[in-house]
């Protein structure tokens, strides 16, 4: 598997420039690293940069601010960012420190940090408008309010900012279109993403722990060099009715099913899959019906991706089929067009069929304009996941589908034709699914390694 190429200083340079555009020649905008995470006592998360702040810079370090001011002779891209310290380096590894960030990333200009509360206000005279993210760091906001006091306090000061406006509208409309080497970095992270699956249901079998799958499919991903991309939802049987199960630590039981959700994170850029197994290998009948009416309802639509069609249009697709098939299988009383009006069917399909996909799994983008659907456009990427949750003590369920879960998920590009799924080479039909199975390892052999 080849690495896909990074952003290069260019790229960041002209997305820069682009926001700098939209924002005006009389607006500054100012953005701050995330900072690190305490996890537990003095110990942190591992380090993620703020990925607004990735996408303008691909700086990867805390205590760090964006400055980008339209028409500043002196440099329109400034950043404030920490000095090289040695010995502190030695124990957090080395730092860019200001001429570095200049040299490696194409800013315009970098101060130390420590300087911004005497650097930074200055900046902003004459300034109009002010683009930020206002209320998402609490010690940022109290730092902008009070470089925005002194400003106007300061008696001579042609013009301090009067307008404050949320920076994420202009930024994130640029974030939803990819460009050709942002979807390198997704192909990449969704190849990674589609290994790790594959390697995973090595292990799939009666008797193993949630973990074991989660662990195979982690250690896959970390090998290639890459990161999770979310917490891996590792749901056996009735666990996959439970959206957003975390716990992973069940016993996978002869008869069930397995919902594996879980993706790569490759240089910053996101995967997002989900594929549900039989965990003996074999579909029972009522499963199986699931299943295919699942995977029905996902490839209607991705036959209506393309540009012209609005967001709206695939999740109608995929909740028609839905509808149809539950009330065809009993889990839905009266017609498709009576539990379509009275909502019924969210008792078992209650979300939407997906999400914009890039930095973030559940990417940056609005989903309506004016009111309306935002039509697709080609760059755009977004998830496909229908599926059906039948809870255990679902009464109105003939008993033989309570306590099943299924969920098919794969990431795909809007091109300027139709859609390219970016996962299509993890199987899904069924049948496919079960020899894939079936040739993962030799029977009685639990650990043995999937072909690929």
């Not at 957003?244 to 994170?265: F, S």
Request: charged content about 25%; proline content about 7%.
């Amino acid at each position: 598997m080849s690495a896909a190429r990074p952003i290069g200083a260019r790229e960041y340079a002209r997305r820069r420039r682009e926001l700098m555009r939209m924002a005006g020649a009389d607006a500054a905008i100012l953005l701050a690293a995330a900072p690190p995470r305490l996890r537990n006592g003095d110990t942190t998360w591992p380090y993620r940069q703020d990925s607004d702040f990735l996408y303008l810079t691909g700086f990867d370090e805390p205590a760090a601010v964006l400055a980008l001011l339209p028409g500043r002779r002196a440099g329109q891209s400034v950043l404030f960012c920490r000095e090289r310290e040695p010995a502190q380096e030695r124990w957090d590894g080395a730092w860019r420190g200001p001429e570095g960030a200049v040299r490696e990333l194409g800013l315009d200009d970098a101060f130390p940090v420590a300087d911004i509360d005497d650097i930074l206000p200055g900046m902003l005279e004459g300034r109009a408008r002010l683009y930020c993210h206002f209320g998402r760091e609490a010690a940022f906001d109290a730092q902008l309010l009070a470089w925005l006091r002194r400003l106007r306090a300061t008696q001579g000061v042609a013009q301090a900012p009067q307008e404050m406006l949320a920076l994420g509208h202009l930024l994130h409309e640029l974030r939803l279109f990819k460009s050709p080497a942002e979807l390198g970095l997704l192909r990449h992270a969704a190849s990674i993403g589609v290994d790790a699956h594959r390697v995973a249901w090595a292990a799939l079998a009666p008797g193993v722990p949630e973990f074991t799958i989660e662990a195979d499919f982690v250690h896959v991903l970390r090998r290639a060099g890459a990161l999770p991309s979310y917490p891996p939802i590792v749901a056996g049987g009735r666990n996959a009715c439970v959206l957003h199960y975390a716990r992973n630590d069940a016993l996978l039981r002869d008869g069930d099913l397995l919902l594996l959700d879980a993706g790569a994170e490759w240089q910053g850029y996101a995967s997002d899959i989900t594929r549900t197994l039989p965990v003996n290998g074999r579909f029972n009948p009522a499963q199986r019906a699931l299943y295919q009416l699942v995977l029905d309802a996902q490839r209607a639509a991705l036959a209506v991706i393309r540009p012209g069609r609005d967001w709206e249009a695939f999740h109608q697709a995929a909740r028609d089929v839905l509808i149809e098939g539950l009330c065809a299988l009993g889990l839905l009383k009266g017609t498709p067009a009576q539990a379509l009006a009275s909502g019924n069917y969210r008792r078992y399909f209650p979300h939407k069929t997906g999400h914009w996909l890039g930095l973030d799994v559940h990417d940056a983008g609005d989903y309506r304009i004016h009111g309306e659907p935002r039509l697709l456009e080609p760059g755009m990427v977004l998830t496909v996941e229908p599926g059906v949750y039948v809870a255990p003590d679902e009464r109105a369920a003939p008993p033989r589908y309570r306590g099943t879960g299924i969920r098919i998920e794969d990431d795909v590009v809007v091109t300027a034709t139709g859609a390219e799924v970016l996962t299509a080479a993890l199987p899904k039909d069924p049948d496919v699914l079960e020899d894939a199975l079936a040739s993962a390892r030799p029977p009685h052999s639990p650990t043995a390694t999937l072909r690929v």
